[in-house]
């Protein structure tokens, strides 16, 4: 097993592409349907440093996922945890806000197995 990450998508079809994916790769997939979802979810966690990645889009119902990765970068205990956008949003300004709230990685919609791939190959490095 090479680790727990957390899928947060309102798109189905997203995040179950996502889940096949990487647990083909080894991984142990947890999946939120809203930014707010993916919140609690990390927050409720006893040890949220076991949590190796998450996979957040941007454009979400109840908290965007830029607001997500704010809040996860400014608490101590969440922000060394990887995050890669995952967005239909593809205009340089969106992709530069991505970064500015701390993603690690940034692909757009529609997507490859490959880039997925890529991507967490390289946060992990």
Same mark, same amino acid.
């Given at each position: 097993?090479?680790?727990?990450?957390?899928?947060?998508?309102?798109?189905?079809?997203?995040?179950?592409?996502?889940?096949?994916? %990487?647990? /083909? $790769?080894?991984?142990?997939?947890?999946?939120?349907?809203? +930014? @707010?979802?993916?919140?609690?979810?990390?927050?409720?966690?006893? @040890?949220?440093?076991?949590?190796?990645?998450?996979?957040?889009?941007?454009?979400?119902? $109840?908290?965007?996922?830029?607001?997500? /990765?704010?809040? %996860? @970068?400014?608490? /101590?205990?969440?922000?060394?945890?990887?995050?890669?956008?995952?967005?239909? $949003?593809?205009?340089? $300004?969106?992709?530069?806000? +991505? #970064?500015?709230? +701390?993603?690690?990685? #940034?692909?757009? @919609?529609?997507?490859?197995?490959?880039?997925?791939?890529? +991507?967490?190959?390289?946060?992990?490095?």
């Amino acid at each position: 097993m090479k680790g727990n990450v957390l899928v947060v998508d309102d798109d189905e079809t997203i995040r179950n592409l996502v889940q096949a994916v %990487l647990e /083909a $790769e080894g991984f142990n997939i947890n999946t939120a349907t809203n +930014g @707010k979802e993916g919140v609690d979810y990390v927050e409720g966690l006893d @040890k949220p440093e076991d949590l190796k990645l998450i996979v957040l889009d941007v454009c979400m119902p $109840e908290m965007n996922g830029l607001d997500v /990765a704010t809040r %996860l @970068k400014l608490n /101590a205990s969440t922000q060394s945890i990887p995050i890669i956008m995952l967005t239909g $949003e593809d205009k340089a $300004e969106d992709i530069m806000a +991505g #970064y500015s709230v +701390g993603a690690d990685y #940034y692909i757009t @919609k529609p997507f490859t197995r490959q880039q997925l791939l890529f +991507g967490v190959q390289t946060v992990f490095e």
